[in-house]
């Protein structure tokens, strides 16, 4: 069964330093991959995605993501943070069926910025 | 720019009680979906919708819940019987005609069951 494991529940980081959220997930076949960001109270934002080609992603907000299909992980990156970036990153992978996608979710990686 | 828009953003009702949320998904968008998140926990789907009728629905989706597209631009999820564990933050989504391409998601509507 398709699954995806963010093995960081909660990373805190200074601001300006770098970041790296760790995404690993379990699929059959070539996945569809995301980033999702969620601020609090709000909704699904989509930072970047990998279906295919170059599998170093670029996104909103200053964040890329690589694909790395030897290791089954889609780390997110960000080479200096900042405030505004505290919030929750949800990994996702695409399950394609029938022509549709169903997501399924990590579950989660709560960031904190101190200034 | 477009976007899913969702009512209302919060909604109590008593256990027991029949619930409907309702989701405006984007205009040329023909699947769409439902997700919920319980509090501190994954973003969990629910089910897909694509031309009237369910694609593929989980486990968390019995017969207390239903989908309907009553008209061309609302798609909504009933509970109609609503348990405390029901309680949750209710996401709609859609995405374009291929179906595999990025999903946009509503602000969710927080539902709370006493």
């Known amino acids: 069964a398709q699954s995806v494991t963010q093995p960081d529940i909660h990373i805190t980081v200074s601001e300006g330093a770098s970041l790296e959220l760790r995404c690993n997930y379990s699929?059959?076949?070539?996945?569809?991959l995301f980033w999702y960001v969620q601020s609090p109270g709000q909704g699904l934002q989509l930072l970047l995605k990998y279906f295919s080609g170059d599998t170093l992603v670029q996104g909103i907000k200053g964040f890329e993501a690589e694909f790395k299909r030897s290791q089954s992980s889609f780390n997110l990156r960000k080479p200096s943070v900042h405030w505004s970036d505290a919030a929750e990153y949800f990994c996702?992978?695409?399950?394609?069926?029938?022509?549709?996608?169903?997501?399924?979710f990590g579950a989660g990686t709560r960031l904190a910025v101190h200034p | 720019e477009p976007e899913v828009t969702q009512t209302p953003s919060h909604q109590v009702t008593q256990m027991g009680q029949e619930v409907i949320l309702r989701c405006v998904p984007i205009s040329n968008h023909l699947y769409f979906y439902w997700y919920r998140q319980i509090l501190g926990q994954k973003v969990e789907f629910l089910v897909s919708f694509y031309n009237n009728e369910i694609s593929e629905k989980s486990e968390i989706f019995d017969d207390q819940f239903s989908v309907e597209r009553p008209d061309g631009s609302n798609f909504t999820l009933k509970i109609r019987s609503t348990k405390l564990e029901d309680s949750a933050m209710y996401f709609c989504a859609s995405s374009d005609p291929q179906g595999s391409d990025e999903q946009f998601f509503g602000p969710g509507t927080r539902l709370t069951v006493l």
């Open positions: 699929y059959g076949a070539t996945p569809y």
């Open positions: 996702a992978v695409g399950s394609i069926s029938g022509g549709y996608n169903k997501l399924i």
